[in-house]
T-cell receptor, first 116, second 112 residues
Framework: KAGVTQTPRYLIKTRGQQVTLSCSPI?????VSWYQQTPGQGLQFLFE???????NKGNFPGRFSGRQFSNSRSEMNVSTLELGDSALYLC???????????????FGPGTRLTVL | KQEVTQIPAALSVPEGENLVLNCSFT??????LQWFRQDPGKGLTSLLL?????REQTSGRLNASLDKSSGRSTLYIAASQPGDSATYLC???????????FGEGTQLTVNP
């Protein structure tokens, strides 16, 4: 079974631009979560999507947004990039239930975003 | 707000040693706890998942325990090998969703 895939793996942008990152979950997984990892803040939760609906959101500004498609693939968008957005963005998928219970989370290799 | 702390921040041991990594969390109302491994510049690899109703989980040379009442988990690595060198992260799953709250990690170096 294929793991979680993320594209692109590396990205270089300049301040003010916008970027879209993609995540394909493990087949059969309906929950996709996004995390930002930086040396100073560690791993921080951005948001989670389940069946095309945002079910949980972290404490990030509105410049960070996401969506999920009917095939469970998810995209994350960051508008008006700032230098501080440089980070490793990780996506995780999980076998989740409507009631809110979650199973083990599996992470992708991440997208390394550098903002110049 | 859930806070997760991992001690020590870094650990260097000779090959073959048994070792324990510690994780503590402030809110005992958790859904599960997961241990991950991260190699430099890479994603996270899931090692063990402990549900809130369980006390421990084992996989090969790894054993993780959970004590919800005291807000603690430990990851025991037996007979460490140089290939075990990585950063180990503890993450607590909240009851209301899939959000994981991570500790800062323990950077482990196993010397040959």
């Amino acid at each position: 079974k294929a793991g979680v895939t993320q594209t692109p793996r590396y990205l270089i942008k300049t301040r003010g631009q916008q970027v879209t990152l993609s995540c394909s979950p493990i087949s059969g997984h309906r929950s996709v979560s996004w995390y930002q990892q930086t040396p100073g803040q560690g791993l921080q939760f951005l948001f989670e999507y389940f069946s095309e609906t945002q079910r949980n959101k972290g404490n990030f500004p509105g410049r960070f947004s996401g969506r999920q498609f009917s095939n469970s693939r998810s995209e994350m968008n960051v508008s008006t990039l700032e230098l501080g957005d440089s980070a490793l963005y990780l996506c995780a998928s999980s076998l989740a239930w409507v009631s809110g219970g979650y199973n083990e989370q599996f992470f992708g290799p991440g997208t390394r975003l550098t903002v110049l | 707000k859930q806070e997760v702390t991992q001690i020590p921040a870094a650990l260097s041991v000779p090959e073959g040693e048994n070792l324990v990594l510690n994780c503590s969390f402030t809110d005992s109302a958790i859904y599960n706890l997961q241990w991950f491994r991260q190699d430099p510049g890479k994603g996270l690899t899931s090692l063990l998942l402990i549900q809130s109703s369980q006390r421990e989980q084992t996989s090969g040379r790894l054993n993780a325990s959970l004590d919800k009442s005291s807000g603690r988990s430990t990851l025991y690595i037996a007979a460490s090998q140089p290939g075990d060198s990585a950063t180990y992260l503890c993450a607590v799953g909240e009851t209301s969703g899939s959000r994981l709250t991570f500790g800062e990690g323990t950077q482990l170096t196993v010397n040959p």
